[in-house]
């Protein structure tokens, strides 16, 4: 599921970089990147900007703040299923979360990522 994948993504970027994952409201996007934005700067500044907006948003949700850092407790499998559950039970917040992460999948789509952001910093974290 898009919701799954989408907070999987942050969350694993939020973590790979040490981000602190600060967000509220659904603020307006920011425009996309700007073919000469394809960059490792431009992609950090779109990853930093939507796990800012990802923690706002978690900040006064509390309940989904609570159920998705339970889910990163269990292994991937289960985390999955209840990614999954969560969000279909809650399919506002699903929306509110996809609209907050569209300008990293704008990014993604501007610039031809054929890798996850998330998949990349998780190699750079390795390193």
Do not use: W
Not at 33 to 60: H, P
Request: aromatic residues 6%; glycine residues 4%.
């Amino acid at each position: 599921m898009l919701v799954r994948r989408a907070v999987l993504t942050v969350l694993a970027a939020g973590a790979a970089c040490a981000v602190s994952m600060p967000s509220a409201s659904a603020e307006p996007a920011p425009a996309p990147a700007a073919a000469s934005d394809c960059t490792a700067a431009g992609l950090s500044s779109t990853i930093s900007s939507v796990t800012k907006n990802l923690s706002d948003y978690f900040a006064v949700h509390p309940d989904a703040n609570q159920a998705l850092i339970d889910a990163t407790r269990q292994s991937g499998f289960s985390a999955i299923g209840a990614f999954n559950t969560y969000f279909n039970d809650h399919p506002d917040q699903a929306n509110d979360i996809r609209a907050i992460k569209a300008p990293l999948v704008d990014y993604q789509n501007q610039c031809g990522l054929q890798v996850e952001p998330a998949e990349a910093l998780v190699v750079i974290g390795e390193l």
